[in-house]
Structures are given as structure tokens and as C-alpha cells.
């Protein structure tokens, strides 16, 4: 539950408007705290208990929990709203594949390899699941550490260490602890075992419960011991149970601003179910409801990339189309005499046409104007795509350098806009390109064809 500014005004010093801080007065600090816009070690006469207190106050409802390291860091937790429409969802869930010692070594290799080389790329990014969670099952604890050394050898992806031995789990945590793993489970029967082991070396764990009532004073216990990097297993059953029970945490978290159920969540489709598509389908319930991290038994291109792209559409922000970046593309190896094109900057236009110039198999240029994210005509109509901002976009671009024929091709929707162009870029022969080009690139390709003949 966000604070107020008037909330936290209450406990600041209220000196006179002494202005340390840099804001007017100890009103106008509140209010930029309470945005994140400021922070509070600006004003220095705040006592270590106000601060302390504040602190609390201010931090995320959600904790922010880091797994793996470097480019292979998944963050979750931090949201702050319950429906993606009210603002956006901030950290995708993490998915994971499960990988038990009870496994031959040829399937071992098999998900190993998945993890490695299942990589989708869509429009612009590149989609893949990011976690490797290791389950000892075999009771044999040497073996379990073997499979943890050859996953941490062989791959350089965040790990989840599955242990319902204390000292497997913290065995294996030692084995790959600069990768910064999570471990699972801690529970009410190890927490007091745990929790010297995890001060020690801080480690992000996952907390499991019987029910909801019963990871409360687990959280507390844990964050009383200055552990509180943590995601929450309510222990749900079935389906369900965990819509229920990923709402209460979440509703809990958010509305009731209540910090014990203010930690992500872990869920396990793995667990839920024996049958592949009713596991998927559960693991799309998951990503819609909630969960921060998805532990699945196995995946294969047909069931990764629909949950993936399932991901990426709900932590879309929806405020903001999305959008390429302002600059000249390179399409195949364009040299001088190159064709130049121009386009607006939101994704799904700028794909659309660079599929199309590239099936042509010329060189060209395309030129992308950012027009915050709107398609060509639409850009046009909201001012962002007028012959003057294209042509300050093509001076700044640096393109001028790059080609001797200087002729440039405006989509037809905006024919419009080519007297205006043609005198922001004095030099340049504006061509205004068939009509469907601004965005669809049905007849771009022999357009394109016919600008080289
Ligand atoms: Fe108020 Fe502190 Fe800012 Fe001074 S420094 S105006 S006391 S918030």
C-alpha cells in the first residue's frame, strides 16, 4: 500500500523550513519521498529510530529478490499494483526446468542442452526460460552435489536448489554460491537450523508453508534474523487452491500493506501434474496469477515459447507501445548507393518493413523515427512524424555520410509530408513509396526492386 506525503510529513523534524534537504519545505520533501523521487538520508536531522521507521514505510510492498548473477540475474517481486491495467507488472516470473538426481545422464544432458540452446527471438528480444532447479530425490547426497557441480559446470544460468535435507541443501549452496542460488524449502521444522547457515552466507530461499497462516511467522522470524530475501510455496494443491492462495499473498501484500505476505512467490506446475499440456496450462495460470517463479519438469519449443510469449504480452507495459530505437538500421551490407527508407518507430511497423526490405535481398537503410511508439500515420497525425522532425531525425542519424544517392522514401500514407521534407533536406530527391508501405510492406519488395533499376 503506497505512504502518503502527508503521512510521512508527520515524522519529519519540521524545523523551520531549513531546506538541508533541498526542497522548500519538510512538506515538499514528503511528497517527493513518498514518488521515490528523493531519498532519505537528504535531510540530516532525522533520529536512527524516525529512520528506521520510514525506511519500512517507504519500502516496496513486494520485496525485490535477485537470483544468478550478471546477465543471467532474474528480479522479482516489486510490483505494485494487482491488475496489469491499473499500471504495469514489473518483473516476469523466472522459468525454470526441473532436473532430478534420480535422471539418467543422457536427460540430464538433454535438459541441459535445453536450457542452453531453446532461445526464441521476437521482435527484438530474444525469449527464453531463464532458471535450472536441481531436486534431490536419490538420498544419495553425493550424487545430488555431482549433478550441481556438472549443471553449475555446464551452464551459467541462476540455479534453485530442492532439498528437504538441511545439509544437502546447504552442501550444494556451497557449491554454487557466487551464482546467487535460491533454496527450497525452508519450512518450520529447519528454519531455526537455516537461519545461522544463511547470515553466514547470504542466499535468497523459498519459504514453505502447510497454508498461508503458516509462512507468517516464518517471514517474520526470518527478516527479525536480517534474512529477507525470500519467495513464499503456500503449499497450494491443486489449481484452485493456488489461484486462491497466489491472490490472498498478493491482495494481502498490496492492499492490506501487510509485510509478512510482501515477498514474491514460487510455484511448481512440476508437482501439480503428471500430463505435459495440463502442466503448460497450469504454468500459463501462473504467469496471469501472480507467481514469480514457475518450476516445469520439461519443456520442448512447442510448449516453452506459448508461455513465453504468454510472459512477455501480460509484463508488456501497457501504457507504452513497444517501441524500437531512433537510429539507421543496417539491412544486409548496404553500401553508397543503398536505398534509404523511412518508417515510425513502433515495433511492429519496423518489423513488418524490415522483413519485407529483407526478403527483397538488397542493401538498403532503414531509417527509424521515434514517434514514442505509433505507427506512421498515426505518428503523422500526432506531429511526430511531420516532414521537419523526419528531416532533423535524417541529419542527426548520420546517414547523410553514409550514402552518395541521396534519395530517401517516405511511406505513402504520409505522402503529405514530402514538400515539407524536401525543404528540411536540401540535396535529397524525396520518392514517395507505395501507400501500403507505411506499415504492412505488402508491395514493398518490388518497390524496392524497382528503385534499383
Ligand atoms: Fe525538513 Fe529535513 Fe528538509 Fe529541513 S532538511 S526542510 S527538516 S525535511
Known amino acids: 500500500m503506497p505512504v502518503s506525503g502527508s503521512e510521512i510529513v508527520k515524522m519529519l523534524p519540521g524545523r523551520k523550513p531549513c531546506k538541508d534537504c533541498g526542497f522548500p519545505t519538510c512538506f515538499a520533501f514528503a511528497m517527493k519521498l513518498a514518488t521515490g523521487g528523493t531519498t532519505l538520508d537528504k535531510c540530516p536531522y532525522l533520529s536512527a529510530e524516525v529512520k528506521a521507521k520510514l525506511e519500512d514505510m517507504l519500502a516496496p510492498a513486494i520485496k525485490l529478490v535477485t537470483i544468478g548473477t550478471g546477465d543471467n540475474k532474474v528480479q522479482v517481486g516489486n510490483e505494485e499494483v494487482i491488475y496489469r491495467h491499473e499500471k504495469t507488472y514489473i518483473h516476469p516470473p523466472g522459468i525454470a526446468i526441473l532436473i532430478s538426481d534420480k535422471e539418467t545422464d543422457s536427460k540430464v544432458e538433454e535438459k541441459i542442452k535445453k536450457i ?15 532458471l535450472i532447479a536441481l531436486h534431490f530425490e536419490s538420498g544419495d547426497k553425493n550424487k545430488f552435489l555431482s549433478l550441481v557441480k556438472k549443471v553449475y559446470d555446464s551452464t551459467s544460468q541462476g540455479l534453485i536448489i530442492i532439498s528437504e535435507d538441511l545439509d544437502t541443501l546447504f552442501s550444494a549452496r556451497d557449491i554454487c554460491i557466487d551464482r546467487r542460488p535460491l533454496l527450497y524449502p525452508i519450512t518450520k521444522d529447519n528454519i531455526d537450523q537455516a537461519i545461522p547457515k544463511l547470515k553466514e552466507k547470504p542466499t535468497p530461499v523459498a519459504i514453505r508453508g502447510a497454508n498461508i497462516e503458516e509462512l507468517i511467522p516464518l517471514t517474520k522470524k526470518l527478516k527479525e534474523a536480517g534474512v529477507d530475501e525470500a519467495l513464499l510455496d503456500p503449499g497450494s494443491k491443486n489449481l484452485m487452491e493456488a489461484i486462491r492462495d497466489q491472490t490472498f499473498i498478493r491482495r494481502a501484500a498490496l492492499k492490506q500493506g501487510f509485510r509478512p505476505l510482501g515477498y514474491p512467490t514460487i510455484a511448481f506446475p512440476c508437482f501439480m501434474s503428471k500430463d505435459g499440456l495440463k502442466e503448460a496450462l497450469t504454468a500459463s495460470v501462473f504467469i496471469i496469477k501472480f507467481a514469480s517463479v514457475i518450476v516445469l519438469s520439461d519443456f520442448d519449443q512447442y510448449s516453452l515459447l506459448p508461455l513465453l510469449v504468454l510472459r512477455l504480452n501480460i509484463y508488456t507495459d501497457p501504457r507504452f507501445p513497444m517501441a524500437v530505437e531512433e537510429k539507421y538500421y543496417e539491412i544486409g551490407e548496404p553500401d553508397e548507393n543503398a536505398p534509404v527508407l523511412i518508417t515510425s518507430n513502433w515495433a511492429l511497423t519496423y518489423f513488418i518493413v524490415y522483413s519485407a526490405i529483407e526478403a527483397t535481398k538488397i542493401p538498403s537503410f532503414l531509417c527509424v523515427k521515434d514517434t514514442e511508439g505509433l505507427g506512421v500515420l498515426t505518428g503523422w497525425a500526432a506531429g511526430k512524424f511531420t516532414g521537419d522532425s523526419v528531416g532533423a531525425m535524417i541529419k542527426k542519424s548520420g546517414i547523410e555520410t553514409r550514402v552518395k544517392n541521396k534519395k530517401i522514401v517516405i511511406p505513402g500514407r504520409v505522402a503529405r509530408i514530402k514538400g515539407e521534407l524536401e525543404d528540411a533536406l536540401p540535396g535529397w530527391e524525396v520518392v514517395v513509396g507505395p501507400r501500403e508501405a507505411s506499415g504492412i510492406g ?9 528503385l534499383r533499376k
Do not use: D
Open 116 to 130: 542452453n540452446e531453446l532461445k526464441f527471438p521476437w521482435v527484438g528480444l530474444t525469449l527464453k526460460a531463464e
Open 442 to 450: 505488402t508491395f514493398l519488395p518490388e518497390y524496392i526492386k524497382s
